[in-house]
């Protein structure tokens, strides 16, 4: 099949376990002292953070209390809060939201992403539309117009897609119905290049869409380094032959590792809606995520299915009807006209059966094998990675410092990288700025008079943070458990 490519932003989130992370790192410590000196900072590190933290995740979650759907609005009428100091208390949630979403490395999907994903097809093949009338437009547009962030998608004062980390989906099959329309696909392509169509249709497209920087059919080697390629196998673009066409075929397709949909449900004339939904999605191809839209209507036949269905049977029409009044019809050769548009018309129709099942099959799949969580199961995933992506990159740059030195800020952000990919074999784009924060905050790094960080030894960085709540409990319980 020809490649096409898809670049992405590489991103900051580190995809390595954090046990995996700290006994790797460990081992590469010489000194056994100074390795059980590097896991005890390495918990008194994550203790820190997450008591840093948690006084956050708590207003968090108390106020998704008052706007969960399903018991949301009680709470609400019990607090007996006006509705101006409702819509304060909304903005302190999304707020609160966005920001946890951040730390999580979570970002905001743009228009141009969107494109580029459902650029294609991949198993969905319904175009498939969000019932705007169902969908609440006040909420999100009044945060946004108070917290400006660049590049939102036009949809975003009904439902915000968040997304992060980037995988590959493939999947073998026949697909006989899907090569069919393929084959059909191209055939109108080599009508519409005959009868001039397509320069037409072209020169309409180039004044409506600008030429799309981050997909591509080669790999460039221009692409910046931290962009990240990822091919797409698509049918559409498969080589002719009969072994393709009657064989297995392997489809590949990009998927975001995980999606987070944020929405609100329109209010209704005896209810004022107050809920706020989050739906937390894994794996999800980036041609197919029209599925974790909210808000779906029933989808139907395409317009370009209508127009080929109308044009073969008005074509086969014509043709039976001249023939006729010609007197030159054969009657085998109108059966055989005939029976090749109602053959195409019952194709289009079972194509699309076909397609309704597919849809509601992953429709289906959806719901019970790629959401992971929604409402506050959501939010209390985003808190734990906020925690463990924080701890990672203190870990790492600590590490950095301790066993190669004083460092730049630039130097730091391409060694921790470098170890990320030599001892892991994973790339990331590694929030140098965020981690420096941290560690400084926590009075175990400076820096001299040129510029440059450097840490304290691991038994003086122990001391700084000192014996944490969590070890003191720990202590208790082992002196009451020997007792």
Known sequence: MKKEVIRLERESVIPILKPKLIMT??????????????????????????????????????????????????????????????????QNFLTYVFQVMDKSNFKITTDEEIDVALSGQYLL?????????????????RYFEEHHHDHLPDFADKYVIFRRGIGVDQTTDYFFMEKVDMLIGRFWS????????????????????????????????ETEQNDLSVERHRLENMELSFRNLLGKVTIQEP???????????ASTKSKAERGVYLKHFRNIPMADMEIVLPEKKNPGLTPLDWVKFLVSAVVGLVAVITSVQLHEIDLWVGIAILSTVIGYCAKTYFTFQQNMAAYQNMITQSMYDKQLDSGKGTLLHLCDDVIQQEVKEVIISFFILMEQGKATRQDLDLRCEELIKEEFGESCNFDVDDAVHKLEKLGIVGRDTIGRYYCVGLKRANEIIGTTTEEMVLKAQQGISAT
């Not at 290049?193 to 591509?216: F, Y």
């Open 25 to 90: 790192l460990a081992n590469l410590i010489e000194h056994s002292s100074d390795r059980a000196e590097f896991l005890k900072l390495c918990k008194r590190v994550e203790y820190t953070i997450r008591a840093w933290y948690m006084l956050q995740f708590e207003d968090l979650m108390q106020l998704y209390s008052l706007f969960d759907p399903v018991s949301g609005a009680q709470k609400l009428e019990q607090q007996n809060l006006s509705p101006e100091e409702i819509d304060v208390l909304e």
């Open 190 to 221: 080599f009508l519409m290049r005959r009868t001039g169509l397509e320069k037409l249709l072209s020169r309409r497209s180039k004044r409506r869409h600008k030429p799309d920087p981050k997909k591509d059919d080669e790999i460039n080697s």
């Open 255 to 265: 998927t975001f590792d995980r999606i987070i949909v944020l929405y609100r449900q």
């Open 125 to 141: 093949h319904l175009p498939i539309t969000v019932d705007e009338s169902k969908l609440d437009k006040k909420l999100l547009k």
